[in-house]
C-alpha cells in the first residue's frame, strides 16, 4: 500500500502543469463570478483585459482605490456579462469607476459562444466539482515534456500565474510575435461585430453613469499588425464608438496602441502589462483630478520607478529573472 500511494503522490507531481502557478484554473474563474460589493474600480473586457492591463500596475498611481480585473478569456460583451460588472462594486463607494477594454472581437457571436464568462456562468455545481477533481490528473502534455528534456529546443512555452485580483501574469519562451493573427484573420472573415451588442454596452453605460459610476473606455495595445487587420476585416468604427460612448456619458482614453511590446500580436507580457497598466491609471488620475479628458492619453510614460520588491512578491521567482532579463536588454 506505502508502494501504491508513493506512486500515486510521484504521479500527481510529474503530471500537473509546473508551467501554471498562482489560483488554479478552476477556482480563478468562480472567484471572479463570486466577487460582489467589493471594490472601488472594476476592469472589464476580453483576454486583453485579463493578460494586460494589471491592478497591480495601477496601484502606483490610484493607491485610495481598490481595483478588481473582472475580464475573462475570450469574453464578449454579451447582456449577462454586462449586468455583472456593476455588482463588483462596492455600493458604499465614494469613487466608483467602471473600466472597459474595448476590442472588436468582444462584439462578436463567436466570442459570446465560446468565451470563458459563458462557459463558467452556466456551469453547473456537478462540473465544477469535477473540474476541481481532475486538477490533480492533468495529462501529460509532450510538448511541455521535450521543452524540459530538451531546453535547447526553440518550442514556443509560456508561463502564467494567476492573482488574486484577478490579472493572470504571463511570460512566453520564444514567442511567435505574429501568432494570434491567424485566429482573428479566420474570425472576421467568417462573421462581423454585431451591431446589437456594441448597443447594448452603450446603454449599459449610460446606466452606469446615470447612476454615479465614472465609465472609461480604451482599446487595449496590440501589435501595428493586428490593429490593421481588426481595421481592415471588421466593420468595427471606432471613431463612431468614441462618438457614441461619450454621448453616453463614458470617457474615452486614447491609447498609444504601438507603444509596448506583445508576445503574440494581441497580448502584453507581464513586464509591457505593469508598464501599460501604469499609464493607464496615469492617465485615469489626471481625469479624476479635473484635467479635459479629451487631452489625456495612455502613453508610454519613459523612465519610471522600479516597482518596489513587495509589489510583486507573490509572483515566481522565474518572473523576476525574466524581469531583470527584459530590463538590461533595453537602450
Not at 491592478?55 to 454579451?78: C, H, K, Q, V
Not at 460612448?245 to 507581464?270: C, K, M, R
Request: proline fraction near 6%; charged fraction near 25%.
Amino acid at each position: 500500500m506505502l508502494a501504491i500511494s508513493t506512486v500515486l503522490i510521484g504521479w500527481t507531481g510529474f503530471v500537473r502543469t509546473r508551467d501554471r502557478t498562482g489560483i488554479r484554473s478552476e477556482r480563478f474563474w468562480i472567484m471572479k463570478l463570486e466577487w460582489k460589493g467589493c471594490a472601488d474600480a472594476v476592469l472589464a473586457g476580453d483576454s486583453r483585459a485579463v493578460i494586460s492591463v494589471p491592478p497591480l500596475g495601477m496601484f502606483g498611481e490610484l493607491p485610495e482605490l481598490r481595483i478588481l480585473n473582472y475580464g475573462f478569456s475570450g469574453a464578449a460583451y454579451t447582456s449577462d456579462y454586462l449586468d455583472g460588472i456593476a455588482p463588483v462594486l462596492d455600493p458604499n463607494s465614494p469613487d466608483r469607476n467602471i473600466i472597459l477594454a474595448v476590442t472588436p472581437r468582444a462584439f462578436t457571436e463567436f466570442a459570446a459562444q465560446t468565451g470563458e464568462f459563458g462557459r463558467q456562468w452556466k456551469r453547473s455545481k456537478a462540473k465544477e466539482l469535477l473540474a476541481e477533481a481532475r486538477w490533480a490528473f492533468q495529462r501529460i502534455q509532450l510538448k511541455r515534456l521535450v521543452a524540459d528534456w530538451l531546453p535547447g529546443r526553440p518550442i514556443r512555452r509560456d508561463f502564467r500565474h494567476r492573482c488574486a485580483d484577478g490579472w493572470v501574469a504571463m511570460y512566453v519562451e520564444n514567442p511567435c510575435r505574429t501568432g494570434a493573427l491567424a485566429h482573428y484573420e479566420e474570425l472576421f472573415s467568417a462573421e462581423d461585430v454585431v451591431p446589437e451588442m456594441i448597443d447594448d454596452l452603450l446603454d449599459h453605460v449610460h446606466t452606469w453613469t446615470a447612476d454615479g459610476i465614472r465609465v472609461c473606455g480604451f482599446r487595449p495595445p496590440c501589435s501595428p499588425e493586428m490593429l490593421a487587420l481588426e481595421n481592415r476585416l471588421s466593420i468595427f468604427d471606432e471613431a463612431e464608438f468614441i462618438t457614441r460612448f461619450e454621448s453616453a456619458g463614458g470617457i474615452w482614453i486614447e491609447v498609444e496602441q504601438n507603444g509596448y511590446d506583445s508576445f503574440d500580436g494581441s497580448h502584453l507580457t507581464w513586464p509591457e502589462a505593469l508598464e501599460f497598466s501604469r499609464d493607464l491609471a496615469y492617465a485615469i488620475r489626471r481625469i479624476r483630478a479635473g484635467e479635459n479628458p479629451a487631452a489625456v492619453r495612455a502613453i508610454r510614460g519613459g523612465t519610471k520607478p522600479e516597482l518596489p520588491p513587495e509589489w510583486y512578491a507573490h509572483l515566481p521567482a522565474r518572473f523576476h529573472a525574466y524581469y531583470q532579463s527584459v530590463r538590461s536588454d533595453r537602450p
